[in-house]
């Protein structure tokens, strides 16, 4: 499964341009569906030196993404306009009903994979 996750309000706390706290389990989700197999895509507004910051502090706690703000690394980011990735799962702070914490999200994630094997 593609999983594209927001950063600021989703994997830390909100204090863009800095980086907040990490969110509770956050990167131990993030490494345990990527170790499930998943596709993982960091899907941001940040972009320049904020966005290199967010790679560079997920990357230190032992999450690399297959992607930053594209589909693919391969595919080159046009600053000029905001697309929407291509994705099964989004994960963001500003979903409605909001973000669920995060064990509670890898329970929906396996439960959704289980139920369309």
């Known amino acids: 499964m593609i999983i594209a996750v927001d ?5 830390v706390e909100h204090k863009y341009p800095e980086i907040g706290k990490e969110i509770p389990n ?8 990527k170790a499930d ?6 899907w941001t507004y940040r972009s320049g030196e904020e966005l290199k910051q967010a790679v560079r502090y ?10 930053v703000n594209n589909n693919s690394n391969d595919e080159d980011f046009d600053f000029t306009y905001s697309r929407k990735i291509y994705a099964d799962v989004y994960i963001d702070d500003r979903n409605l009903p ?3 914490d995060w064990e509670t999200l890898y329970r929906m994630i396996v439960n ?4 369309t094997i």
């Open 7 to 11: 950063f600021d309000g989703t994997i």
């Open 26 to 33: 956050a990167i131990k989700v993030l490494k345990r569906l």
């Open 58 to 67: 997920c990357k230190k706690h032992g999450v690399e993404f297959f992607a």
């Open 112 to 115: 959704r994979v289980e139920n």
């Open 37 to 42: 197999g998943h596709v993982l895509i960091l």
């Open 98 to 100: 909001g973000l669920p």
